[in-house]
């Protein structure tokens, strides 16, 4: 829906899509918010706008299944109200898309500069029995689903950091820093994390020193080899509240530290 990389050209596009999907969220709070498990507790049935009870409450599960995945009510007894006649149509509309790319090679933007080919671009195989493609120092303490999403997240980044000639980085909500300590030690980027759960900064820092000493530790004893490039610094972690007040000059001073 949306370019992978914003410029001038797209600010406005994305403006108006972020306006839009605020106003969608905002109307559509209270069922947003609403949980499956407190459904008998919270009364959520009475939350419904009335003419929405009258609808669904005379409608067909296969019907009701049909209308969310065509966004085309059923013809019943009751004439469906337009704000939940158009609930599924707008959701679908504003939602990002679900396909999952199948190579970063599908991508031209983020094809390395110089490249001859796109071998060495494809995603690395995924193992249920480890990761292999993360050393050990990258794989501890992190379970195999993060492993698998932060080996993907750390290509794209390295290669959208080469296209913009781009050394520094900036993690948003950076949890205990699994991402950003592979896309700092083994990328070797500039990176600063942000977090607003202070106890997560500490295990970061914790995992941080652990993954060092480990590499120092193998390359002492000999098991890599002593030609192997250096691991870049550790990220800064700095414990911070992004809000509406936070401004870009702001993020930039911690990004740069």
Same mark, same amino acid.
């Given at each position: 829906? /949306?370019? $992978?990389?914003?410029?001038?050209?797209?600010?406005?596009?994305?403006?108006?899509?972020? %306006?839009?999907? *605020?106003?969608?969220?905002?109307?559509?709070?209270?069922?947003?918010?609403?949980? @499956?498990?407190?459904?008998?507790?919270?009364?959520?049935?009475?939350?419904?706008?009335?003419?929405?009870?009258?609808?669904?409450?005379?409608?067909?599960?296969?019907?009701?299944?049909?209308?969310?995945?065509?966004?085309?009510?059923?013809?019943?007894?009751? @004439?469906?109200?337009? %704000? $939940?006649?158009?609930?599924?149509?707008?959701?679908?509309?504003?939602?990002?898309?679900? %396909?999952? @790319?199948?190579?970063?090679?599908?991508?031209?933007?983020?094809?390395?500069?110089?490249?001859?080919?796109?071998?060495?671009?494809?995603?690395?195989?995924?193992?249920?029995? *480890?990761?292999?493609?993360?050393?050990?120092?990258? /794989?501890? #303490?992190?379970?195999?689903?993060?492993? #698998?999403?932060?080996? /993907?997240?750390?290509?794209?980044?390295?290669?959208?950091?080469?296209?913009?000639?781009?050394?520094?980085? +900036?993690?948003?909500?950076?949890?205990?820093?699994?991402?950003?300590? $592979?896309?700092? +030690?083994?990328?070797?980027?500039?990176?600063?994390?942000?977090?607003?759960?202070?106890? #997560?900064?500490?295990?970061?820092? #914790?995992?941080?020193?652990?993954?060092?000493?480990?590499?120092?530790?193998?390359?002492?004893?000999? *098991?890599?080899?002593?030609?192997?490039?250096?691991? *870049?610094?550790?990220?800064?972690?700095?414990?911070?509240? @992004? %809000?509406?007040?936070?401004?870009?000059?702001?993020?930039?001073?911690?990004?740069?530290?």
């Amino acid at each position: 829906m /949306r370019p $992978l990389v914003c410029d001038a050209r797209h600010a406005e596009d994305v403006k108006r899509y972020a %306006s839009l999907l *605020g106003t969608f969220l905002s109307q559509y709070s209270w069922l947003n918010d609403a949980y @499956v498990l407190d459904y008998f507790v919270e009364q959520q049935w009475l939350k419904l706008p009335a003419s929405w009870q009258a609808v669904l409450s005379a409608v067909e599960l296969g019907d009701l299944s049909t209308w969310l995945e065509t966004g085309v009510p059923v013809q019943g007894r009751f @004439v469906w109200p337009l %704000s $939940l006649m158009c609930l599924a149509p707008a959701a679908k509309l504003l939602a990002l898309s679900r %396909s999952p @790319v199948a190579s970063p090679a599908g991508i031209p933007l983020l094809s390395p500069k110089n490249s001859t080919g796109t071998k060495n671009l494809e995603w690395p195989a995924f193992d249920l029995h *480890g990761n292999r493609n993360l050393t050990h120092p990258f /794989r501890k #303490h992190v379970k195999l689903k993060k492993q #698998h999403e932060i080996t /993907r997240l750390a290509m794209v980044v390295e290669l959208l950091a080469q296209k913009c000639g781009c050394l520094h980085v +900036l993690d948003v909500g950076s949890g205990q820093g699994h991402l950003a300590r $592979l896309l700092a +030690l083994d990328k070797r980027l500039r990176v600063a994390t942000v977090d607003l759960v202070g106890s #997560h900064l500490a295990s970061a820092q #914790h995992f941080d020193r652990q993954a060092v000493l480990h590499v120092q530790k193998k390359k002492a004893a000999g *098991g890599e080899s002593k030609t192997a490039e250096p691991l *870049g610094d550790p990220p800064q972690h700095v414990e911070l509240e @992004v %809000s509406m007040t936070t401004t870009p000059a702001e993020l930039e001073q911690i990004a740069f530290t």
